[in-house]
């Protein structure tokens, strides 16, 4: 069943590589970056295709024309089939590719969550679909630093796109949730983590496009004090440090649903619980839930 699944998945995204060299060399790639393969690099895929050099799985990266932005669109539309449900939830995060050489678009050191620490290495902040039937990557988008953006020549050797300027990971974060939003993905919720929970421009889009979310905060960030908050000030309008808002004697905070699920069922056993779920979804973290105008009272 596996197999039939994943040429279905080949099949329906073949049409963007054009000619057939290029869509032979992309089923080759897809089935070595699956296979239980050591290191992922162009001659050891190659070795495992039983192709005599790795030219023409490295020709498929860096020349071949295809289609990369209508392949992400075709798994969106598969994902949204396989795994679309009412429960889903866009999970956003960053992760870091160990390079040797700083030849690769974005490359330097900086800091990768992947090792700790920093290295030489490439970042990319990903977009995932989870929901109660399985979930998935469905969207990237790379991160170029400064010293990237402002040398055009060492971006043209990189192949990297005419215009592309600096983002920060944030405005790149709202990038995916924007293409998200257009795509046919099914997700009332979004999470992530305080690289993205700290930026209010960030959370200003989920709250107009009514979404809920789920982000870390730093614990000295300040924010609205919830009507549940504890103290000789509860109730008070104002704001407050995160960590006062969330680790009250009593163990209480407020959230607020989107509209849409402020009374479902789903919304509702937030309030049962010693954990943040949230339609299946569980964060271990002591993190913000706000969004939608509903209130209901969480409890940790």
Same mark, same amino acid.
Not at 21 to 46: E, F, I, N, T
Not at 156 to 166: D, E, I, L, M, S
Not at 283 to 297: A, F, V
């Given at each position: 069943?596996?197999?039939?699944?994943?040429?279905?998945?080949?099949?329906?995204?073949?049409?963007?590589?054009?000619?057939?060299?290029?869509?032979?060399?992309?089923?080759?790639?897809?089935?070595?970056?699956?296979?239980?393969?050591?290191?992922?690099?162009?001659?050891?895929?190659?070795?495992?295709?039983?192709?005599?050099?790795?030219?023409?799985?490295?020709?498929?990266?860096?020349?071949?024309?295809?289609?990369? %932005?209508?392949?992400?669109?075709?798994?969106?539309?598969?994902?949204?089939?396989?795994?679309?449900?009412?429960?889903?939830?866009?999970?956003?995060?960053?992760?870091?590719?160990?390079?040797?050489?700083?030849?690769?678009?974005? %490359?330097?050191?900086?800091?990768?969550?992947?090792?700790?620490?920093?290295?030489?290495?490439?970042?990319?902040?990903?977009?995932?679909?989870?929901?109660?039937?399985?979930?998935?990557?469905?969207?990237?988008?790379?991160?170029?630093?400064?010293?990237?953006?402002?040398?055009?020549?060492?971006?043209?050797?990189?192949?990297?796109?005419?215009?592309?300027?600096?983002?920060?990971?944030?405005?790149?974060?709202?990038?995916?949730?924007?293409?998200?939003?257009?795509?046919?993905?099914?997700?009332?919720?979004?999470?992530?983590?305080?690289?993205?929970?700290?930026?209010?421009?960030?959370?200003?889009?989920?709250?107009?496009?009514?979404?809920?979310?789920?982000?870390?905060?730093?614990?000295?960030?300040?924010?609205?004090?919830?009507?549940?908050?504890?103290?000789?000030?509860?109730?008070?309008?104002?704001?407050?440090?995160?960590?006062?808002?969330?680790?009250?004697?009593?163990?209480?905070?407020?959230?607020?649903?989107?509209?849409?699920?402020?009374?479902?069922?789903?919304?509702?056993?937030?309030?049962?619980?010693?954990?943040?779920?949230?339609?299946?979804?569980?964060?271990?973290?002591?993190?913000?839930?706000?969004?939608?105008?509903?209130?209901?009272?969480?409890?940790?």
């Amino acid at each position: 069943m596996w197999a039939s699944e994943l040429e279905e998945a080949l099949l329906r995204v073949g049409h963007r590589f054009g000619r057939a060299d290029p869509r032979r060399r992309m089923r080759a790639y897809v089935h070595g970056l699956l296979a239980p393969v050591g290191r992922k690099s162009s001659w050891q895929l190659a070795e495992h295709a039983a192709h005599g050099t790795p030219h023409g799985l490295q020709n498929l990266l860096n020349r071949a024309r295809w289609d990369a %932005a209508g392949v992400r669109d075709d798994v969106q539309a598969y994902v949204t089939e396989q795994l679309g449900e009412d429960d889903g939830v866009l999970v956003i995060d960053e992760t870091g590719f160990l390079k040797q050489r700083e030849t690769s678009a974005g %490359a330097q050191r900086q800091y990768s969550g992947t090792v700790g620490r920093a290295k030489n290495c490439q970042v990319a902040v990903f977009a995932a679909c989870a929901s109660s039937r399985g979930r998935t990557l469905v969207d990237r988008e790379v991160y170029l630093p400064k010293s990237w953006t402002s040398d055009r020549e060492r971006c043209q050797a990189a192949k990297v796109p005419v215009g592309r300027g600096f983002a920060t990971k944030a405005e790149l974060a709202r990038v995916l949730v924007a293409r998200a939003r257009s795509s046919p993905l099914p997700f009332p919720w979004v999470t992530a983590d305080a690289l993205y929970g700290q930026d209010g421009h960030f959370r200003r889009m989920l709250e107009e496009a009514e979404l809920g979310y789920v982000r870390a905060v730093a614990k000295s960030q300040q924010v609205n004090r919830t009507m549940a908050a504890c103290g000789p000030r509860a109730g008070q309008p104002g704001r407050c440090r995160a960590d006062q808002a969330l680790t009250c004697p009593t163990g209480a905070a407020v959230i607020r649903p989107p509209p849409d699920t402020a009374n479902t069922n789903a919304a509702r056993t937030v309030t049962n619980n010693r954990h943040m779920t949230v339609r299946q979804f569980t964060t271990r973290k002591k993190m913000l839930l706000n969004s939608g105008n509903s209130e209901l009272q969480l409890e940790y």
